[in-house]
């Protein structure tokens, strides 16, 4: 049966790979993004401008869906930016922005459907994390809390909505390859020279997520780990404990060494631009 989806950050990346896998599906979409127009999305999917900071944004995307689909099916909140940074060095612009971004622009989105999918009964809810919302490596402390915090929203939710026969899941994918790199901005060089080498070196597309995350829809999956490094991260967290203390240790030793044997990597000039406040696209990490 033909599904109404509504994605954000649907312009390129992973929100770009779901609209499409959604589109083959025989699915009705609305793709969302701050892009003003889109040229690559499949035909008959439908395009909309929304900034997930905006109520009012949010506002006319649930009357769109209302007054041409009278309801929706599946909401996708995928839009992020990327951040990473050490505490002392990243700024908190850059913690503000992923917040009204990536954690409170998921809010957002569930807030402005809720009373929709409780008015039909019906509705599933996917909010697109991270495999950093399950495990927390240094250096990528911004990151790490909002998405956690996309994680426990998702798990709220798929408690309060059930007696509304209304579905929650969260995707939790690790580093694949995807242009999310490109929007990143900040102080700590070494976070992401280290973050984009991860993403871009990975084996993983785009689309080989996608394919995973609706196959975790269609089976209505309250926790999508879309991808093996990502299912092997989270097992070795909750199995051996003291292992992943220790891998994560080094990863933090490594990260100080950089810090204290390359003074230009120390993260304290103004080099880098602050995080930039008007890209919003599919998540990366």
């Known amino acids: ?129 991270s495999i950093a919302g399950l495990v927390h490596p240094p250096a990528m402390a911004a990151y790490n809390a909002v998405k956690a915090g996309v994680v426990a929203l998702s798990e709220t939710l798929g408690h309060e909505l059930a007696p509304y026969g209304i579905a929650s899941s969260v995707v939790c994918p690790s580093f694949f390859r995807t242009n999310l790199v490109a929007s990143m901005r900040g102080r700590d060089e070494d976070a992401a020279a280290k973050i984009a080498r991860l993403v871009n070196e990975s084996p993983l597309s785009a689309d080989d997520i996608a394919v995973a995350v609706l196959e975790g829809i269609d089976r209505k999956d309250p926790l999508i780990l879309p991808d093996e490094v990502a299912r092997a991260a989270y097992e070795l967290k909750w199995s051996d404990r003291t292992a992943y203390d220790k891998q994560m240790a080094v990863t933090a030793m490594r990260a100080f060494e950089r810090a204290e044997f390359s003074p230009e990597l120390s993260g304290r000039s103004d080099a880098r631009a602050h995080a930039h406040p008007d890209k919003s696209e599919g998540e990366g990490v």
């Not at 003003?36 to 929304?50: A, C, F, K, S």
């Not at 900071?53 to 869906?65: F, G, I, P, T």
Request: charged content about 25%; hydrophobic content about 45%.
């Open 1 to 129: 049966m033909s599904r109404r989806v509504l994605v954000t950050g649907a312009a390129s990346g992973l929100g770009l790979a779901l609209v499409r896998r959604f589109a083959d599906a025989g699915d009705q979409v609305l793709a969302t993004d701050l892009a003003g127009t889109v040229d690559v999305l499949p035909e008959g999917v439908h395009y909309q401008r929304l900034d997930v900071r905006s109520d009012d944004d949010w506002s006319e995307a649930r009357d769109w869906v209302s007054k041409e689909w009278g309801g929706l099916d599946v909401l996708v909140n995928n839009a992020g930016v990327a951040t990473g940074g050490r505490i002392d060095v990243s700024a908190m612009d850059e913690w503000e922005l992923a917040t009204q971004v990536n954690l409170l622009g998921v809010a957002r989105g569930c807030h402005t459907f809720a009373g929709l999918f409780k008015e039909q009964r019906s509705g599933h809810i996917v909010n697109v994390a």
